[in-house]
């Protein structure tokens, strides 16, 4: 009989939810969403730090998954690499304006030629892979939010209701949460500010504190 991981991880949460009272930030695909939900649970109860952080999405181009611990630092790596390729595209120009003044072999117009076909797509490729980023940082969601929140977004205007993501809780919020509280740091690979990834202000947050009497 196959399991029903959907089911076994609305009850996990609902579970996590009732004895923290807090909105558990565990969004996981497939099989591995409820295996990892009911580990959290498990842990718990044995009184074992659990490490229950947000997954983003695997990248091959580091051979890791990315997640709570270290988002950051692919962030200012994928800005890192943005920058490396523009300003390698810098000099190719200049190369290529100097060289266009002066008689040189096909050789070097060749690797011209070749550098100019690698760098513009990839330069192309990756600022537009740190815009989405920058898109989902100032939205303070993960990649898999997203494609949840377009669910539920649909859902939500079906039932005539408004979507609105919890865990938006202002621009300079957000990119604080994800890239620490001082701006000086926020291009420097540093996780320092980084909490245990079980628990995440919402906007709900404020309006109970709000609707709170004194």
């Known amino acids: 009989m196959p399991i029903n991981y959907r089911l076994i991880s609305q009850i996990a949460l609902l579970t996590i939810y009732m004895q923290t009272s807090q909105t558990p930030r565990i969004i996981f695909l497939g099989e591995g969403r409820g295996k ?3 580990k959290y649970i498990i842990l718990k109860f044995l009184g074992i730090s659990a490490g229950g952080r947000f997954e983003d999405h695997h990248c091959v181009w580091m051979n890791n998954c990315v997640g709570q611990a270290n ?5 200012v790596f994928v800005v890192y690499a ?3 390729c523009v300003y390698s595209l810098v000099l190719l120009l200049g190369s290529v304006t100097v060289d266009s ?3 040189i072999d096909d050789s070097d117009r060749i690797i011209h030629v070749i550098s100019g076909l690698l760098l513009v797509p990839l330069s192309l490729a990756l600022g537009f892979f740190l815009g989405w980023h920058i898109y989902l940082i100032v939205q303070n969601k993960t990649t898999i939010e997203y494609h949840e929140g377009v669910r539920a977004m649909w859902l939500a205007e079906k039932g005539g209701q408004l979507y609105s993501h919890p865990y938006d809780i ?3 919020e957000n990119l ?3 890239l ?6 926020w291009l420097c690979p540093t996780t320092g500010h980084v909490g245990s990834g079980l628990r995440f202000q919402t906007k709900y947050d404020r309006l109970i504190v709000s609707s709170a009497p004194d």
Request: hydrophobic fraction near 45%; proline fraction near 4%.
């Open 180 to 185: 620490g509280p001082t701006i000086l740091c």
């Open 71 to 75: 988002y950051k630092i692919f962030f």
């Open 101 to 103: 003044q002066n008689d």
């Open 36 to 38: 990892t939900v009911l």
């Open 176 to 178: 604080t949460a994800i």
């Open 170 to 172: 202002g621009v300079y």
């Open 82 to 84: 943005v920058t490396a």
